[in-house]
């Protein structure tokens, strides 16, 4: 079972203000993924990467960017929080690419409310 | 483009009783399918998965699902449900190698269940 990483858990923030969401994970594996839910909703993709320096754009449209510098490691930012960024944010990793089992392991999420 | 329907938006059981949540995809051949289930305030934990073979698979703790390839279905069942079972249901479905969806999941809109002492 992958063990992966989500702070803070929960975030309360002005418009505004520039934020970071961390997600980590320490089972090598070479995808992640950044999913945003609201309040018993479905979930939708913001943000994959298969790699180091590989990020790409998910189905749902966010203004949100990612970054992959190291494996473990996929941070999320927001230049400038809006109340329409209130949701929560969800992280997720599976193993490597060509790897035929590849179901997604989750975060607990992060919550943020920007007021 | 894959997809995956959970007609049910809601869903109370006693006790004790059996459950089948529903699960409907849609998708050119046959695709990965999985069943998740999130806690309030908690990221997803796989139940179970399908890639091959046996059409009925076995999850964690106690649930199971059944491939219908006829019936576009993988319906979760479990034959006696438990206090701590009521939590949201996703179903998921992911595209076999090869093209843009390649390593991306799609998930239902959830079912949340609610169990009656």
């Known amino acids: 079972e992958a063990d992966i990483y989500q702070t803070p858990r929960y975030l309360v923030i002005g418009t505004g203000k520039k934020i970071t969401l961390e997600c980590s994970q320490t089972m090598g594996h070479d995808k992640m993924y950044w999913y945003q839910q609201d309040p018993g909703m479905e979930l939708h993709l913001i943000h994959y990467?298969?790699?180091?320096?590989?990020?790409e754009k998910g189905d749902l449209s966010s203004e949100s960017t990612v970054s992959r510098i190291r494996t473990e490691h996929f941070p999320l930012t927001l230049e400038s929080a809006r109340p329409s960024h209130t949701s929560q944010y969800l992280c997720a990793s599976s193993p490597k690419v060509g790897d035929v089992s590849y179901e997604q392991y989750f975060g607990p999420g992060t919550r943020l409310t920007v007021t | 483009a894959q997809s995956v329907t959970q007609p049910d938006i809601h869903i109370t059981v006693s006790e004790g009783a059996s459950l089948e949540l529903r699960c409907n995809y849609s998708y050119g051949a046959t695709p990965y399918l999985f069943w998740y289930v999130q806690s309030p305030g908690q990221g997803l934990q796989l139940l179970l998965k399908?890639?091959?073979?046996?059409?009925l698979v076995q999850g964690i703790k106690g649930f199971e699902a059944e491939f219908k390839r006829s019936q576009s279905s993988f319906n979760l069942r479990k034959p006696s449900v438990h206090w701590s079972d009521a939590a949201e249901y996703f179903c998921?479905?992911?595209?076999?190698?090869?093209?843009?969806?390649?390593?991306?999941?799609?998930f239902g809109q959830g079912t949340i269940l609610t169990v009656h002492p």
């Open positions: 998921a479905v992911g595209a076999r190698a090869g093209g843009t969806s390649y390593g991306k999941l799609t």
């Open positions: 990467s298969y790699g180091v320096n590989s990020t």
């Open positions: 399908y890639f091959s073979g046996d059409t």
